[in-house]
């Protein structure tokens, strides 16, 4: 349970915040936690206009016309500069902590992120267009870990790239700078969640008809640098096609690909350091059924060596989700995730289960301790919308070793707690979290979020096994945009 000096301690400072932000909270959440910010960051909504007063105005009264209110000037660049330029940026400041880093009793922190982009697109024509942004990304008050990527980036150029060919034609390309997504990001992903993101220095051709669409691209990840300018390259190197079709199942969208990885200076089973190639072929796919439910299943594969290794590995997603009818938009949602350990740790087979470059927060717990490595994962939650603009995301998530002489790894691939010879108990732990958000003006939109972990046996016997909580707050300002 959450102690009156350590997680609830933490969030009552947090709740000052979510107060000021006009964020209105549960009761529970008031006595815990604040409610904090929605977990990745997405389109700020649009709010409904105000209605024009109506009916007749009394002779002695001043007429009462309710003005719906002005967009700021900055905010109407757009409507001032030529068709073929346009201007957006955002500003995103997140406050958030946590209790027990590491499982640690007492390694508490409490900081701010700021991170702005402002992002310009050109279009000379329908089949040719540029676009560039750039970020600048800071960290403030942080005293426990690192202060570096990806907490902080000063300016730099985050993607810039060319599209040659419209949405909508056959055959396009798109090359520079740039941000890759495919189905749920839970491989690869632009990180938006956190301060820095990711980037690729990639070249990236599309092919088009009715009946599908394919990706292919080749690509190296940008390393954000905190004193010199971003680069790709140090022998990183990522390919693949990632392939959308939805004639081959009733009412759902197939989605099969395969990704090649190569890098280098990785250490295999017995510490020879040797260069990775790697194949990852996998399949996802999303659909709806009767009754108000709905799918979604991906199923991945690895194969491939590291220097003396050979790779064997596998993972899978499975998610059933139903919609309750009701004004308050209720849905239920039961998961299951599976990522494959190493069995044998001096074999030269490696089985754990690589999550190459995903956006994994939330994906298996909103505190982001747990990764998809190495892992039974089971989710259930819900999620309401008690009125407009305001939707309230709760769920519970149990963790399980896969292999118990394997680590369980955060989703930054770093290994939480590991036993070599063998864990006791396989059970990892348990977390209970809840996220709000809310859309305050068309450009305004303001979230907020609370997790917290109970240790099971496993956390408890490789580390020192405290509980760990993280709340924030988080606001998001778009501007240089039309209304």
């Known amino acids: 349970m959450l102690s009156k000096t350590g997680s609830s301690a933490r969030a009552r400072r947090l709740w000052p915040a979510a107060v000021l932000l006009g964020l209105p909270l549960s009761a529970a959440a008031q006595q815990a936690a604040p409610a904090s910010a929605q977990a990745q960051l997405q389109p700020v909504a649009t709010a409904p206009a105000p209605a024009a007063s109506q009916g007749p105005v009394p002779a002695a009264a001043p007429p009462q016309v309710q003005v719906p209110p002005k967009v700021p000037v900055f905010n109407r660049a757009n409507q001032k500069l030529p068709a073929w330029l346009r201007v957006r940026g955002e500003f995103r400041e997140r406050f958030e902590g946590f209790d ?11 900081y701010a992120l700021t991170r702005v982009r402002v992002n310009a697109t050109i279009t ?12 600048d990304a800071r960290v403030a008050g942080k005293t426990v870990g690192p202060t570096t990527a990806p907490f902080r980036g000063p300016f730099d150029l985050r993607v810039g790239f060319a599209d040659v060919g419209s949405a909508k034609a056959p055959v396009a390309a798109r ?21 820095t993101g990711r980037s690729w220095d990639a070249a990236r051709g599309i092919l088009r008809s009715k009946a599908f669409q394919v990706d292919m691209f080749v690509a190296s990840l940008v390393r954000s640098l905190p004193d010199e300018f971003d680069k790709s390259g140090n022998g990183n190197r990522l390919g693949g096609a990632y392939a959308t079709t939805t004639k081959l199942i009733p009412k759902a969208t197939v989605e099969p690909y ?27 796919t999303v659909g709806r059924l009767p009754l108000g439910l709905d799918y979604g299943v991906e199923m991945v594969m ?40 190493d069995k044998d740790p001096a074999d030269n087979v490696r ?25 039974h994962h089971a989710r259930a939650g819900f999620e309401v919308t008690p009125f407009r603009g305001f939707p309230i995301t709760s769920s519970y998530h149990s963790w399980w070793l896969a292999e ?25 732990g348990q977390e209970l979290d809840v996220q709000v958000s809310r859309a305050l003006t068309p450009q305004l939109q303001v979230g907020a979020g609370y997790a917290h972990i109970f240790p099971g046996p496993f956390l408890k016997e490789t580390t020192p096994g405290a509980s760990y909580s993280h709340p924030y707050v988080m606001l998001t300002y778009v501007f240089l945009a039309e209304k």
């Open 175 to 195: 090359l520079g700078r740039q941000e890759l997504s495919f189905g749920e990001q839970r491989l690869i992903g632009p990180l938006p969640w956190v301060n």
């Open 100 to 110: 027990n880093l590491g499982f640690t009793e007492g390694r508490d922190d409490e």
């Open 258 to 284: 395969v990704f090649f990885r190569r890098d280098v200076n990785l250490r295999s089973e017995l510490g020879a350091t040797g260069t990775i190639n790697q194949a990852t072929i996998g399949a996802r």
């Open 302 to 341: 690895q194969r491939g060596s590291l220097a003396d290794d050979s790779i064997s590995a596998w993972a899978g997603h499975w998610q059933m989700r139903e919609t309750l009818p009701g004004r308050a938009a209720v849905r239920l949602i039961g998961e299951y995730n599976f990522a494959s350990g």
């Open 124 to 135: 000379p024509s329908q089949s040719l267009s540029f676009q560039v942004n750039v970020q």
């Open 351 to 375: 089985g754990t289960f690589d999550q190459l470059y995903p956006t994994p927060h939330d994906k298996t717990g909103l505190a982001d301790q747990i990764g998809w490595k190495n892992v």
């Open 404 to 428: 118990d002489k394997d680590a369980i790894y955060n989703v930054g691939n770093a290994v939480v707690g590991r036993v070599i010879t063998g864990a006791a108990d396989r059970h990892v």
